[in-house]
Each structure stands twice: as structure tokens, then as C-alpha cells.
């Protein structure tokens, strides 16, 4: 089906859409490049007054229309992310009606709402485009974005480059490259999101052009000295390939589980292990810049309200957020999306995002027995995702890259097993992603 709103063919003849276009603005604006640099000035620790965030927020509202639009003209796959995903539906319902008992109720309620347009916007995504048509804007909106960043950090450094404000020399970032982010920490996270995409696209994007993104990716990244993310990374690709070797060798989906884990879980135990003895002997920071003594502080408070937490604002904004070991550093989360959720949302919340990880493993380890650039994508995000959710607050976060790529992978993958998408055209790279049917029209 051709949409009517198509623009002029590109070299390749594919036909693109203004769906496609509107993808490629998405992913710049829910990562957060260029433009938040523009609104809210090049440093990290500048007071940002509430017009700034009005402004910032209202970025996002062209995409959500029209992507929800779409989904609400597409019925069929509605009803399927909402069979598959019910999950996390509850959670939003939750993370709304949570509003009532934050600190601050209207900033808590903007945020549930923002969550609540983000799962709507992913799934308009996947309901709307081809596979193939969301990755191939994907790859060149990030390919945009890593290529603005090396040349912000080689020819524009005070805005490519972290500088030397209180947080910042606390936890070493002055001189650290951040590229089109406020942050060196978003720049590692979308350059691991960008790896993921132009390593493991074979068959949907030129090779040069998927060489061209990884070495970017792959350089920019590793400057960041983000080892943590680099590790989260290496891990899951690392983890993804013992599963299929596992999955080939044993059929029996029990004895695959448990090597599969046991390939994540030895290298996790060794490296917590070990990781005192490396910092002593380095003479590293033993609190993780910070982290430890956040995460202490986050499940003292979170204790207080063990039951359904403090609410989408949670509590860093307000006294309770005070660390008095890091008077100097204005703490934004707690810096693991666990206990983040935990303080939002208390018990409750937090085992409803847990079920819904659940079903998301289980489509992306027991869906990856056909295993092909299409699988493995959607694994590497998930598993990923999950990998950086141990030091920062990125999933389940509205208006961030990361949980909207897991929602529409995750998507996709869902509208795929309820056989929304047809195989009218195989391809011998990846026979489930060609030819598609609109699910209206299904």
C-alpha cells in the first residue's frame, strides 16, 4: 500500500514518505540533538527557566499528533499492542493516577501524560511504516546526528565539549566530548543505539554507509570514556551470539535459557567482583562518580513510600533529593531506571514494568529462533536498554530515545507474531520484513 502523501522517489526508487520524514525528525528530537543545545544554551549546569522547558517540550507535539493520528486510523494494530502490551497500559493508567499524590501534581501529570504520548507515538510508528522504511530513516537521522557531533567537537568545542562547571569537575567530565548533547552521557547513549542500528542493518542500508555509521558510532562512543556503556554494549552482543549458538545446538528452549544466562550472568558476577580491586588499584573514584551514594540515599527515601512511591516528579527537585555527601551536584535521577521507577512509583508501578520486561525477553529470546538482522536489532535493544538501566534513567523515561526505540522494535516484533504484516515479497536476508499490508486493510 502506497500512501498518498508520498514524496518524489530516492536513487534506490523507494518512495519516500512523509512518514518516513516524520521518523527521521523524531529520532532527533527524542534524542535530544541539536536542539536542546539551541534552547537551552551549551552548558550543563545552566539554570533553565520554564519557558525553556515549555519551548523544549513542545518539540515533541507535531510528532505525537501525527503519529497518533496514524495509529488511530490503524484499529487493528491498536488492538494488538494493546492485547500483547497490556502491561505497560496499566502502567501509564498508573503513572497518571499517581499525579494525585506528588509534590507536585501538574509537573508530575505533564510527565505521566508525556509517558502515556511516547508509548502512542511508537506504536503509530510501527503501524504505519514498513521495517524497513523505520530503519532506513532511523539510520540517517543518527548518522546526521554522529556526524554533526564530530564536527561540533572538532570545530565548535564550546559546544561539543563538556566544560568545566562544579558538577562537571566533580565527576571529571570537563574536557569530555558531548557533541550535539547537552551531556557526554546522551552522546554514548545514542552512539550505542547507532552501533546496534548500522553493524547489524545488513541488507537494508548500503555497506558503505553502515561502515561509515559504525566507525563514527564506534569512535564516539569510546571518547566519551562512558566504559560503562561500552561495557553494556559488548555485553549484549556478547549475550545475543550465545543465544543463538545455544538456540542452533539445543532446541530444548529450557537448556538454552539457562546457558544464555549463564553467558550474561558469570561475565556481570566477575566483573561486580572485581570492579573494587580495578578502582583501588587505578585509583579511581570507588563511588562510581557519585552513583553509590545516590543509590543509597534514593532507597532511603524510596523506604518512606514503599507502596506507590512519590510520583512521576519523584523527589530530586525537591528537600528530600538533597545528598548532603554531593552538596555541589543538582542530582536529576537516581541513576538506575529500577530504583528511579521504585521512587516514582513504588512496588506497585515497579512490578508492572517488570511483567512487562517480561513479555518483551520472551518475544526477543523465544521470538530470535529465526534469527536475522530484523531479531537481532530488536534483541540488542531490549537487552541493551536494560544494561544501561543499571547506571542511568533512560527506559520507561518519556521523550527519551531509548524507550522509544524498545517500544517500537518491541512493536513491530508483537504486530509480526499476530501476522499483521504479510510475506508477499521474501527476501533470502530477512523474509519476514518484506511486503506489508496495512493493518486496517489486513
Partial sequence: MTPSYAYPTARNGMRISLSSIMVFFAVIVFSGAFIEQWIFGPGFDRNISFSDRILNTSKFIPVYLFFMLRLMKSKRA??????????????????????????????????????????????????????????????????????????????????????????????????????????????????????????????????????????????????????LKTAGLIGSISVMFAWELFVQTFRDKVISSVMASIAFLVPALVFIALIQTVLLASGEDMTLTGRTI?????????????IIGFGPSSIWGSALGFVPELPLFKIPHAHNTFLELFLQTGFLGLGMVLWYLARCLGLVLYGHNEINSRSRIAFLIVWSGLARSTFEFGLFQGNNLSFLFMLIVVSYQFLQKADVHSLSKPSAIDSNTVGWKHPTKA
Fill in 78 to 227: 491498536l488492538r494488538i499492542n494493546l492485547y500483547y502490551q497490556w502491561p505497560i497500559v496499566l502502567f501509564a493508567g498508573f503513572y497518571i493516577a499517581s499525579s494525585a499524590w506528588s509534590m507536585d501534581y501538574v509537573f508530575s501529570f505533564i510527565n505521566a501524560m508525556i509517558f502515556l504520548c511516547t508509548i502512542l507515538t511508537a506504536w503509530g510508528i510501527a503501524s504505519t511504516l514498513r521495517y524497513d522504511q523505520f530503519l532506513k530513516a532511523a539510520f540517517y537521522a543518527l548518522l546526521v546526528i554522529a556526524a554533526g557531533s564530530l564536527l561540533y567537537i572538532l570545530f565548535l568545542p564550546s559546544y561539543g565539549v563538556m566544560r568545566g562547571v562544579d558538577q562537571e569537575s566533580f565527576t571529571n567530565l570537563a574536557g569530555l566530548p558531548q557533541g550535539v548533547f547537552k551531556h557526554k552521557s546522551r552522546l554514548a547513549e545514542i552512539m550505542s543505539i547507532a552501533f546496534i542500528v548500522s553493524f547489524f542493518s545488513k541488507g537494508y542500508i548500503k555497506r558503505s554507509h553502515r561502515f561509515l555509521l559504525a566507525g563514527l558510532s564506534a569512535y564516539l562512543l569510546l571518547s566519551t570514556e562512558a566504559s
Fill in 294 to 306: 545516590i543509590w543509597e540515599h534514593a532507597v532511603q527515601v524510596a523506604m518512606r513510600s514503599p
